[in-house]
């Protein structure tokens, strides 16, 4: 019984490390939070471009060439320039899109999982805080 009283022995941080363990920890948090702010951002704007620039660009594109899909088949378009360029916006944009939605999402992840190691870390620092609230008694 002795042994496992003596395993289980913690020995505790000075007030020093504790407090940069938790400086540390803040560091985290604000990390997080910024990657998650980031995060948010992005979606937004890919939301607002998507809002603002692409659905009036289809909807234009089917008001106009109404002759011809989306995939640029139908009649023969070999001097239409203004059909093709429009088309070649309309393709480009689905890529920024998802760009910028996929990027906000891995930045909102990011921020997530630096916020949750923060926690891990601050939970791993509890046992050692109780050991200093245990000695001044």
């Given at each position: 019984m002795a042994a496992e009283t003596e395993a289980a022995a913690l020995e505790p941080l000075t007030t020093a490390e504790m407090e940069s363990t938790m400086a540390g920890i803040k560091r985290m948090l604000k990390i997080g939070a910024a990657f998650a702010a980031v995060g948010y951002l992005l979606v937004g704007f890919a939301l607002f471009v998507e809002i603002t620039a692409f659905h009036p660009l289809l909807e234009e594109y089917f008001t106009t060439h109404t002759?011809?899909?989306?995939a640029g088949g139908g009649a023969d378009r070999a001097g239409e320039t203004a059909l093709n360029s429009q088309l070649a916006t309309i393709h480009s944009f689905p890529s920024v899109l998802l760009w910028?939605?996929?990027g906000?999402?891995?930045?909102v992840l990011v921020g997530i999982f630096v916020a949750l190691a923060a926690i891990v870390r601050t939970l791993a620092l509890m046992p050692h805080r109780l050991a200093y609230e245990l000695a001044d008694e």
């Open positions: 002759g011809w899909s989306l910028l939605k996929l906000g999402v891995a930045h």
